[in-house]
């Protein structure tokens, strides 16, 4: 079953809504985090999802919370943070 352009844009913004709810809960903010648009425009496939730009401290912070998951310790401090 093929998606029509509608379903595959609401699917891309629920997975984008989706990821900010669970960025967020761990301190974690993309600012642009967004449908990539031009992707949105085609017919084949989902949309993609653009995660935009960072700031080293996001980049740090995301790293942390992925290195827990993981199992690890998070070595990762944000730039001029403590220790």
């Not at 609401?10 to 809504?17: D, I, L, N, P, Q």
């Not at 990821?19 to 449908?35: E, N, Q, W």
């Not at 960072?54 to 912070?61: F, H, K, P, S, Y």
Request: proline content about 7%.
């Amino acid at each position: 079953m093929m998606l029509t352009p509608q379903e595959r844009m609401r699917a891309a913004e629920e997975a984008v809504r989706q990821l900010k709810d669970a960025l967020h809960g761990v301190g974690v903010v993309f600012p642009s985090l967004d449908v990539e648009r031009v992707s949105a425009a085609g017919s084949y496939g989902l949309p993609l999802v653009d995660l935009g730009r960072c700031n080293i401290d996001t980049a740090l912070r995301l790293a942390a919370v992925l290195h827990g998951r993981a199992g690890g310790c998070p070595s990762a401090r944000p730039v001029g943070g403590p220790g």
